[in-house]
């Protein structure tokens, strides 16, 4: 019986490395092969324009005491990662003379949504630690992220802020944010 498992073990052996010599042959032409697929094409081909949307983004008013909505190019991309391409513009610094809410080195970990139209964004750590504090300031960061998805994804109803894949109470102390949130938009001039 031992023999025999032997054998078994061998042939086995013997079929996964026929496979993986044959798996090795095919997967540059799955994994794209610049060689196959470049081959009489020229080295450089000039880049096409990018496709983009319009999308408004949203930034403290001059007052300090409303959010702004301003419309601004977002890069297009299908479906669910068109929510992406908002956000990633939204928590981007912001250029003179808009001042975003969102604070500074913020960036996107990742943004998962339902089929109830409910989207998590999972921010970075700066989102709640350089968060300077306060009530208004804390509201005015939770909206601005709320209210990019909500007012320009018909599909998204709510949203939920994460911090580092986690839920939290709150960002600052103020805001709960334990549960999605609807837009807001008393708090929009």
Do not use: C
């Not at 090795?24 to 096409?48: Q, S």
């Not at 802020?161 to 839920?167: A, C, Q, S, T």
């Amino acid at each position: 019986m031992t023999s025999r498992r032997a054998a078994f073990a061998a042939a086995a052996a013997l079929l996964v490395a026929v496979l993986g010599v044959l798996l090795m042959l095919a997967v540059p032409r799955w994994l794209g092969d610049p060689a196959a697929t470049t081959a009489g094409a020229p080295d450089t081909e000039p880049a096409g324009p990018s496709r983009t949307i319009k999308a408004r983004l949203f930034y403290v008013s001059d007052d300090g005491t409303r959010l702004i909505g301003v419309e601004r190019e977002v890069p297009f991309a299908e479906g669910f990662d068109q929510a992406r391409e908002i956000i990633v513009a939204q928590i981007a610094p912001a250029t003179e003379p808009l001042l975003s809410a969102v604070p500074p080195g913020t960036t996107l970990r990742a943004l998962f949504m339902t089929e109830r139209g409910e989207a998590y964004v999972d921010l970075s750590r700066e989102a709640a630690e350089a968060h300077g504090g306060g009530t208004l300031n804390e509201m005015l960061a939770v909206y601005t992220i709320v209210h990019a998805l909500t007012v320009n994804l018909p599909a998204v109803e709510s949203v939920q802020i994460l911090i580092e894949g986690k839920e939290v109470p709150t960002l600052a102390g103020h805001v709960d944010l334990r549960q999605p949130l609807a837009e807001n938009l008393a708090l929009v001039e």
